[in-house]
């Protein structure tokens, strides 16, 4: 069975230091791969998707990037921290086509940047 | 702009009642619907999904209804317990073969 992992579950980082948070899935070949960010309240906002390797679409201007060095490995990553990007990460993984499949999520990083 | 989105923000029932969670699109497009669950400090987990040409889908204690005349769908639970307080989510591709767009969600409490 397909499993995603995502790491680690919270962090609190300083204004300006970088981060690198990780997500990885198992069980399955070229998935789709989405970063999601929800900020205080419930909505979730798309930052990044990868359709394969190397493969980075950006939803969102901001001060992260994603990367996807591996099939089944997704980064999300800053140079350095604003404390406007604290709220809960959370990486998806999807089969194919969202509309055929749907997402299934990792368990989220609470990031606070202090 | 075309959108999903949720009626209520929050809805609090007594265990043991039925639940009805709303929620309305705009996209005519949209073809395929999935509620998320998501409670705190965890990720959403999928729930349950319906597709265009159905009107109705039963799961476990869990009906989705689709109306796409007026372009809404429910998501009702039944026999209310406390481990269903989460915030609730419905989900759409909007048209699109790449992402789902998410509405901003409903926080359902249930009361002792």
């Known amino acids: 069975s397909q499993t995603i992992h995502q790491w680690p579950a919270t962090l609190v980082q300083p204004v300006g230091s970088p981060l690198s948070l990780e997500c990885t899935v198992e069980?399955?070949?070229?998935?789709?791969l989405y970063w999601y960010r929800q900020a205080a309240g419930r909505g979730l906002q798309l930052l990044f998707y990868s359709v394969g390797i190397g493969q980075i679409s950006s939803e969102v201007p901001q001060n992260l990037s994603a990367s996807r060095p591996q099939d089944r490995q997704f980064i999300l990553s800053s140079k350095k921290l604003l404390l406007s990007d604290s709220g809960f990460y959370l990486c998806?993984?999807?089969?194919?086509?969202?509309?055929?499949?749907?997402?299934?999520f990792g368990s989220g990083t609470r990031l606070t940047v202090v | 702009g075309e959108s999903v989105g949720l009626h209520l923000p929050t809805l609090s029932v007594q265990e043991g009642d039925n639940s009805i969670i709303n929620c309305a699109y705009s996209n005519s497009a949209s073809d395929y619907f999935i509620w998320y669950k998501q409670e705190s400090g965890k990720g959403p987990q999928f729930i349950i999904d319906?597709?265009?040409?159905?009107d109705k889908r039963q799961g476990q204690r869990v009906t989705v209804l689709l109306n796409k005349t007026v372009k809404h769908l429910s998501l009702q639970i039944a026999a209310t317990q406390p481990g269903d307080s989460a915030v609730y989510f419905c989900?759409?591709?909007?048209?699109?073969?790449?992402?789902?767009?998410f509405g901003s969600g409903t926080q359902l409490t249930v009361l002792p």
């Open positions: 069980g399955t070949s070229n998935p789709n």
């Open positions: 319906i597709r265009s040409n159905m």
């Open positions: 989900a759409d591709p909007q048209g699109s073969a790449r992402q789902l767009t």
């Open positions: 998806a993984w999807s089969a194919g086509a969202p509309h055929l499949y749907g997402y299934t």
